[in-house]
């Protein structure tokens, strides 16, 4: 389901932070942001919408001071975009609900896709699988 909400609305609903990058196509500083160190179960999901992107199973310390995956959930998880911004050919990462930017996506990963969905984490909202259920 897509989700649209007007500028102020988005800017009511999320921090400073996170309204820089999902709204603005912004990027936190390799290293600051949230989940770069979380290693618990669970489900990333955008923290604008809430929709389901990536499971923590596909994360993995890339070394590269943002949270990173090597698959996502699926088509409805995400989109692809080109970016040439900055003088460099990438492939943008959005929400496929809300249109939020969430980083970019590169050939480098490891097995079994071969990607690297470099996120930012002020972008994710994580869920942590109940443990006891």
């Known amino acids: 389901m897509k989700v649209q909400r007007s500028?102020?609305?988005?800017?009511?609903?999320l921090t400073p932070e996170q309204y820089?990058?999902?709204?603005?196509?912004?990027?936190e500083r390799p290293g600051?942001?949230?989940y770069l160190h979380e290693d618990r179960p669970g489900l990333y999901r955008c923290a604008a919408c809430e929709n389901p992107l990536f499971v923590a199973d596909t994360k993995f310390d890339s070394g590269c001071g943002w949270p990173s995956?090597?698959?996502?959930?699926?088509?409805?998880?995400?989109r692809?975009?080109?970016d040439r911004s900055f003088g460099m050919r990438r492939t943008e990462i959005r929400c496929?609900?809300?249109?939020?930017?969430?980083g970019h996506v590169f050939p480098d990963g490891p097995r079994p896709t071969g990607l690297r969905?470099?996120?930012?984490?002020?972008?994710?909202?994580?869920?942590?699988?109940?443990?006891t259920a």
């Open 80 to 82: 692809e975009l080109e």
């Open 32 to 34: 600051t942001g949230p």
């Open 20 to 27: 820089y990058i999902l709204r603005e196509h912004g990027t």
């Open 96 to 102: 496929a609900s809300c249109d939020g930017h969430l």
């Open 7 to 13: 500028n102020a609305e988005w800017r009511n609903l």
């Open 117 to 131: 969905y470099c996120m930012n984490g002020h972008a994710l909202k994580f869920e942590p699988l109940d443990e």
């Open 69 to 78: 995956f090597f698959k996502t959930l699926g088509p409805d998880s995400v």
